[in-house]
């Protein structure tokens, strides 16, 4: 497998610039276009650019975590975003916000922001599981 020289240097200064324009993304997404979904098509595009240019081994190493165990630690949060609102006695997947104001500039964490997290890990877990299978095999 030859992979160019110029590819491999450009790789390295893409797949950083990626994966934070990925959490720029997973973070805006609640309040504005972008979320879990669109943050983790451009994660999993930067792993998938790494894969072709350095192989799987170092792209297992980058994650530290099976792809299929992204899958089910995505699908957990996302259920337990939805169980919270149950728990506060309002419908299933009722957006939940702590703290519930915003005065003063304090950041507000909510069940959507949880949410986008889980569908996050379940879009990269899935497309991670393919690349690298596919590079593989």
């Known amino acids: 497998m030859m992979v160019s020289f110029i590819l491999r240097i450009a790789t390295r200064m893409l797949v950083g610039l990626m994966l934070v324009f990925s959490a720029y993304l997973l973070f805006r997404g ?11 098509l451009v994660a999993a595009t930067g792993f998938s650019l790494f894969a072709i240019t350095e192989g799987t081994g170092p792209v297992r190493q980058a994650i530290r975590i099976d792809p299929v165990n992204l899958v089910a630690l995505g699908l957990l949060l996302a ?27 304090t950041p507000v964490i909510g069940t959507p922001l949880i949410f986008d997290v889980g569908v996050f890990f379940v879009v990269l877990g899935s497309v991670l599981t393919l690349v690298l299978h596919l590079e593989e095999g």
Do not use: E, K, Q
């Open 30 to 40: 609640h309040n504005a276009p972008g979320g879990g979904f669109s943050a983790a």
């Open 79 to 105: 259920i337990v975003s939805g169980l919270l609102a149950v728990v506060d006695g309002r419908a299933f997947l009722t957006g939940l916000w702590w703290p519930a104001s915003s005065a003063g500039g």
